[in-house]
């Protein structure tokens, strides 16, 4: 399988961990203010941004889904709310994540929706097509291995399933396209410092945004993996943008 330059952004460059355990180890020390940075720094739009994602899914009324890099679960709740599915599992390599996860989801009493596992979007430990859609938020570009995660969501996808990614892209106005990178630059890593206590983390995000196959070139891989009908929408003048992609 091709790899990307993606795969090779790493945390924590002097660590002799791989890029798998550094994403890991990474997510464990932000997890108690990553949902704070999150509505920090995008001044509360990631919020939407998962709400549209949400939806491509709406009309196809999916009845057990797998979140993947599902993080403290914000999309796994929010999918219970508004898609009423069956079942949802989420998988994440994060420890610290997927505690923060499972008391909000005990909190919104939804435990007997949503399960979330320790699990690696690389090797996913479920049958082929066990479930009708998967989503991955913000977590396609932790992947040390692009395409094998990808095809691992194919398999496990049943016939007519629906992957949505979410991820960061880069912006297409002329001016945004200008003031953005600064902003991601130094803004970020400068709370992330200030906040998290964490700069090599917010670093390592907007590194590892910058270096991901975004656009064309993201459903191309798409394509080449064995997905048909994608498509890609963009989020505020191309900041974010929605991937989708179906199981034949």
């Given at each position: 399988?091709?790899?990307?330059?993606?795969?090779?952004?790493?945390?924590?460059?002097?660590?002799?961990?791989?890029?798998?355990?550094?994403?890991?180890?990474?997510?464990?020390?932000?997890a108690f203010r990553y949902d704070f940075m999150n509505r920090f720094l995008s001044g509360g739009i990631d919020v939407r941004w998962r709400k549209k994602a949400i939806k491509e899914l709406q009309?196809?009324?999916?009845?057990?889904?797998?979140?993947?890099?599902?993080?403290?679960?914000?999309?796994?709740i929010m999918m219970a709310k508004k898609l009423k599915p069956k079942k949802i599992i989420g998988i994440d390599i994060s420890t610290g994540m997927l505690d923060l996860g499972r008391k909000k989801?005990?909190?919104?009493?939804?435990?007997?929706?949503?399960?979330?596992?320790?699990?690696?979007?690389?090797?996913?430990?479920?049958?082929?097509?066990?479930?009708?859609?998967?989503?991955?938020?913000?977590?396609?570009?932790?992947?040390?291995?692009?395409?094998?995660?990808?095809?691992?969501?194919?398999?496990?996808?049943?016939?007519?399933?629906?992957?949505?990614?979410?991820?960061?892209?880069?912006?297409?106005?002329?001016?945004?396209?200008?003031?953005?990178?600064?902003?991601?630059?130094?803004?970020?890593?400068?709370?992330?410092?200030?906040?998290?206590?964490?700069?090599?983390?917010?670093?390592?995000?907007?590194?590892?945004?910058?270096?991901?196959?975004?656009?064309?070139?993201?459903?191309?891989?798409?394509?080449?993996?064995?997905?048909?009908?994608?498509?890609?929408?963009?989020?505020?003048?191309?900041?974010?943008?929605?991937?989708?992609?179906?199981?034949?």
């Amino acid at each position: 399988m091709e790899k990307y330059t993606h795969d090779t952004v790493v945390p924590f460059k002097d660590s002799e961990l791989n890029k798998k355990d550094q994403v890991a180890e990474m997510f464990d020390s932000i997890a108690f203010r990553y949902d704070f940075m999150n509505r920090f720094l995008s001044g509360g739009i990631d919020v939407r941004w998962r709400k549209k994602a949400i939806k491509e899914l709406q009309e196809a009324q999916p009845k057990n889904i797998l979140d993947v890099a599902t993080g403290t679960a914000d999309v796994a709740i929010m999918m219970a709310k508004k898609l009423k599915p069956k079942k949802i599992i989420g998988i994440d390599i994060s420890t610290g994540m997927l505690d923060l996860g499972r008391k909000k989801i005990e909190n919104l009493h939804l435990d007997n929706i949503i399960e979330l596992k320790k699990g690696d979007s690389e090797a996913i430990l479920y049958a082929d097509a066990s479930f009708d859609a998967i989503t991955v938020a913000f977590g396609v570009r932790n992947f040390a291995d692009l395409e094998k995660g990808l095809s691992e969501m194919l398999r496990v996808l049943k016939p007519g399933g629906k992957l949505v990614v979410l991820e960061f892209s880069r912006p297409k106005n002329w001016l945004f396209k200008k003031i953005y990178p600064i902003y991601m630059k130094v803004a970020a890593a400068g709370v992330g410092k200030w906040v998290a206590k964490n700069q090599e983390a917010y670093e390592y995000l907007n590194k590892s945004a910058n270096a991901f196959p975004e656009g064309v070139q993201f459903l191309e891989i798409l394509n080449k993996t064995g997905y048909a009908h994608t498509y890609a929408k963009t989020l505020t003048l191309g900041v974010c943008s929605i991937y989708c992609g179906q199981k034949p």
